[in-house]
């Protein structure tokens, strides 16, 4: 049986915000370190790297994912969408981000990438959310800053101006 070779890197190709890019990574390189090391994506911020603060969060087909919790290898072929993705072509920020700056939902914005792409897959699927369902989102990110109150104002206010509650 011919012996694995753990250093050897293969392409791995992404479509990264609508633009497909690859890259080269050994199999037990992780997603969040191929993004950044790799193909310098440097709104995706790295904390705790075991699934707890929620700061490496994108998206991947459309569901968010902690991008430390997978290999680089696993997201071969698929579209991953960051926060730098957000805002328009000329640079023009979303309704998230415009609501997140209103409501100051950010202080240090260390979490904020992470929190941008959870939420917007969580208005997504749940375009009518209650302040406890927006609560329990929020469960899954650590913002050491805001006492999460912006942030929920923020996510509450989207909501409704989208129809919600
Ligand atoms: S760095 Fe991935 S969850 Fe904290
Ligand atoms: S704004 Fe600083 S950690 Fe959330």
């Known amino acids: 049986m011919p012996q694995l070779n753990r250093d050897q890197r293969h392409r791995i190709t992404v479509t990264l915000n609508g633009k497909e890019v690859s890259g080269l990574a050994e199999p037990r390189m ?37 991008s430390c919790l997978m290999f680089a290898a696993q ?11 957000l805002a328009d072509d000329s640079g ?33 699927r749940n375009p009518n959310p209650s302040e406890e369902e927006v609560e329990d989102m929020l469960s899954g990110h650590i913002c050491r800053c805001t006492g999460y109150v912006g942030i929920k104002r923020a996510v509450l206010e989207v909501a409704s101006r989208a129809g919600g509650k």
């Open 30 to 66: 992780l997603l969040s370190d191929f993004l950044r090391q790799i193909l310098s994506t440097n709104s995706v911020h790295v904390g705790c790297e075991h699934g707890v603060c929620g700061a490496c969060t994108v998206r991947i087909d459309g569901r968010a994912v902690r």
């Open 75 to 85: 997201a071969d072929g698929r579209r991953i969408d960051t926060a730098a993705g």
């Open 92 to 124: 023009d920020l979303n309704a998230l981000q415009t609501a997140f700056k209103k409501n100051h939902a950010l202080q240090c914005g260390y979490c904020t990438p992470g929190i941008l792409m959870s939420v917007t897959d969580f208005l997504e």
